[in-house]
């Protein structure tokens, strides 16, 4: 957790609210924000292409489920 290698879950953001008498909305949103923050970093990996392909892949499960 303090190094990055650990999210914080709704049970430690509790066990965090209870420590240091914060609300548990801080750590879940610090998480949030954290977690976001890694996805924007690689955010210019993703092309049109990338996102076609996506689309296209959950368009096609989508057809089969209902099939």
Known sequence: MVNGHLNISPVMAMRLAIVFNTP???W???QAGYDLWKAQKTR???TKINLKAFIMNAENTAI???A
Request: zero cysteines; proline letters at 0%.
């Open 24 to 26: 548990e909305e801080l």
């Open 28 to 30: 879940i949103n610090l």
């Open 44 to 46: 210019s990996k993703l």
């Open 64 to 66: 089969a489920i209902s």
